[in-house]
């Protein structure tokens, strides 16, 4: 979290404080105070602790002078103190320390400037690319749960086109019993008048034979009793 005032409330939550180092001894953070002079009344303006100077107007300093001073990674001491190099190979070149110099108690924290801002945008690079890739996941779930949700409702589409089949069929199949105790009634009635019938028939048969013989039996008496008379009459 970086804080963009001097304000120095809160400061364990901080990581980074936006500060002036004193442009005349290059090694101070410079103190934020308020003017309250009957010519600069509620300005604030910075001042060197050590050499006491004034060193400018917060509203005049330029966006390129403020540096970003990070609390202290080792220990829990608070701002670092800066150190700006002019000899070496990269003159300016600022190094942040623990702010309790060494042999009274540091913790041995230093860093470059640009060595802890390339670690940042390394950082920052790395948290978009989590972000993006967690962004990229929910979409995917997103759509697994959509194609899941479709999958769904044509499932129950699905489901309610069997049922109604299912019940279309039951209604045929309580017709089809009908019909066929129907059928089943008719045919006991058949058989019953097919039973009667062929009885009927039978006693027919039985009687025409029973005439027959009666009839056969009448004949051979009558044939008996003419032959009986006219034999005698030619003897
Ligand atoms: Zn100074
Ligand atoms: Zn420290």
Redesign the pocket.
């Known amino acids: 979290m970086i804080h963009q005032n001097c304000n120095r409330e809160g400061v364990w939550e901080k990581r980074y404080e936006r500060c002036l180092i004193?442009s005349?001894?290059n090694s101070?953070i410079c103190h934020r105070k308020l003017s309250r002079t009957a010519e600069n009344p509620n300005r604030w303006f910075y001042t060197?602790p050590?050499?006491k100077?004034f060193n400018k107007w917060e509203d005049e300093v330029k966006p390129h002078e403020w540096i970003l001073v990070p609390y202290c990674g080792g220990c829990g001491a608070g701002l670092c103190r800066v150190k700006r190099f002019f000899s070496g190979s990269s003159p300016g070149r600022i190094m942040f320390l623990c702010r309790i110099k060494e042999g009274e108690g540091s913790c041995g924290y230093r860093v470059w400037q640009d060595e802890l801002q390339a670690m940042e945008a390394r950082e920052a690079e790395e948290k978009k690319k989590r972000e993006a890739e967690a962004v990229e996941a929910m979409i995917n779930n997103q759509n697994q749960f959509n194609v899941l949700r479709e999958h769904i409702a044509s499932t129950k589409d699905r489901l309610f086109q069997i049922e109604a089949e299912v019940s279309c069929c039951e209604v045929e199949m309580r017709l089809l019993k009908l019909q066929l105790e129907k059928l089943s009634k008719n045919k006991e009635v058949l058989e019953g008048k097919h039973l009667i019938a062929s009885n009927e028939l039978e006693q027919s048969q039985k009687l025409l034979e029973e005439k027959e013989a009666e009839q056969n039996a009448a004949f051979d008496r009558a044939r008996a009793l003419l032959e009986d008379r006219i034999v005698p009459a030619y003897v």
């Open positions: 004193c005349f001894c101070r060197c050590h050499d100077k």
